[in-house]
């Protein structure tokens, strides 16, 4: 039974990427100047160990990300924890929860967009993922490094794919797809 895994490009990792360094930066700063201001001991206190926290997780972040691809560290990940027990401590509940859920958020957004092609179904990786049986499907063509999925309702789905991690050929694949497209067409009555 043959199938296609195709690896899409997420054009959009570095907007999320540069979005959670500014969330966290916010919250680093607003922690630092917490722990000079503050005239209570036990916030100055929480508000210190948390910087300090915070401020490791970005240097190793940054040192990893300078000498090699930093795509599968967490560091990031481990920050928004830091924050949000930060705030825990502090007594602040509201960002305590808002900031794990945006870090949840952040890990959905910038995860590797793939594209699975059997010969019941396709499924689409976004954020929610998408099913589409080939009845739905009206073509679908990988050229030039873009996968383009036309559906029946007017909906197109196009997006390029990364070739680092995706060794398939074009002529293939699109065969594959001509096939599950003319054995799947729904019989018309005359």
């Known amino acids: 039974m043959a199938s296609y895994n195709i690896t899409l490009k997420n054009e959009k990792t570095g907007y999320y990427n540069n979005i959670a ?31 300090a926290l915070i401020a490791a997780c970005l ?13 599968g560290f967490m560091y990031r990940d481990i920050a928004f924890v830091t924050i949000a027990f930060t705030w825990w401590q502090l007594g602040f509940w509201i960002p305590g ?8 958020l952040y890990q959905a957004a910038k995860r590797p967009l793939q594209a699975r092609f059997s010969q019941e179904k396709i499924v689409y990786t976004s954020f929610f993922p998408l099913h589409i049986t080939w009845n739905q499907c009206a073509n679908a063509v990988l050229k030039d490094g873009l996968l383009t999925i036309d559906l029946k309702n007017n909906r197109i789905i196009q997006q390029p794919v990364d070739e680092t991690k995706t060794r398939i050929t074009e002529s293939d694949f699109n065969d594959f797809c001509r096939e599950q497209l003319r054995v799947n067409i729904p019989v018309q009555n005359k």
């Open 59 to 71: 240097l190793v972040d940054v040192f990893l990300g300078r000498i090699r691809n930093n795509e």
């Open 97 to 104: 929860v808002i900031i794990p859920l945006l870090g949840i």
């Open 21 to 51: 360094l500014l969330l966290i930066l916010l919250n680093l700063a607003f922690f630092i100047y917490l722990s000079i201001a503050s005239g209570e001991k036990q916030w100055r206190n929480a508000a210190i160990l948390g910087s």
